[in-house]
């Protein structure tokens, strides 16, 4: 059955994607390319190293490491300008009420995600004291679909993976999910996120109860 959620951030709970897109856009107007919305999906889920490559690779550069140290620096910068300005009304619909409805009914609640601004984005929102357990990308050394991020928040709650449900807008995550032996569900398109045990467009009404009667298996 079960006695944990593990939640992704940024796409699930705060809808951070769009800051993190008007910041690679503008770096890769700097370097002289345009960086779409189609482009930006690749994105999600993905470590800020990583992305900068598929960045580059978009814009046909080769860059040397120090180079690539420099411009994701600077990308940072633009990003935490933004998020250092977020406040709770940024929190997605139904993400608040559903973190407290776990609570209430006795799951055990993680953070798992890939950022290194995790704790600025929760401080900010003042999502902080909704959790048991925070892992984020200070926290880890391989990125989604790697399942470090979530077994490490599933030994921190003292919760086997099997108990664990994990809340993922990105594939990775998604695939991180089922490497850790967990069950997940995908927050957004089918089309995307097929391998998902459930997807549903946000969290907007999910509660415990719902979770229960979509997916009594969850709870066997
Ligand atoms: C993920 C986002 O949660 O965190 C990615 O989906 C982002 O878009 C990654 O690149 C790393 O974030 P940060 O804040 O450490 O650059
Ligand atoms: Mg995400």
Not at 49 to 67: N, T
Not at 88 to 94: D, T
Not at 130 to 155: N, Q
Request: charged share 25%; hydrophobic share 40%.
């Amino acid at each position: 059955t079960i006695k944990a959620c593990l939640f992704d951030l940024d796409g699930v709970l705060v809808d951070t994607a769009r800051y993190h897109y008007e910041a690679w856009k503008r770096l890769a107007a700097d370097l002289g390319f345009e960086f779409t919305q189609t482009d930006n999906e690749r994105l999600k889920g993905v470590s800020r190293m990583a992305s900068l490559d598929i960045l580059l690779s978009v814009g046909q550069l080769h860059k040397s490491e120090a180079e690539k140290q420099e411009l994701a620096a600077r990308k940072n910068r633009w990003y935490v300008e933004a998020i250092s300005k977020m406040g709770p009304e940024e929190i997605l619909p139904g993400a608040l009420s559903f973190l407290k409805d776990c609570r209430e009914s006795g799951l055990k609640v993680a953070l798992g995600s890939a950022s290194k601004n995790a704790m600025t984005i929760l401080n900010n929102t003042g999502l902080t004291p909704y959790f048991d357990v925070i892992i984020d990308g200070t926290k880890t050394s391989s990125a989604k679909p790697d399942p470090e991020v979530f077994l490490l928040g599933a030994s921190g709650l003292e919760v086997e993976p099997e108990h664990c449900v994990v809340f993922e807008d990105a594939e990775a995550g998604i695939e991180a999910a089922r490497r850790a032996g967990m069950r997940s569900v995908g927050i957004g398109s089918p089309a995307t996120l097929g391998e998902a045990d459930l997807v549903i467009p946000s969290l907007e009404g999910m509660t415990v109860t719902r979770l229960r009667q979509e997916m009594p298996a969850f709870f066997i």
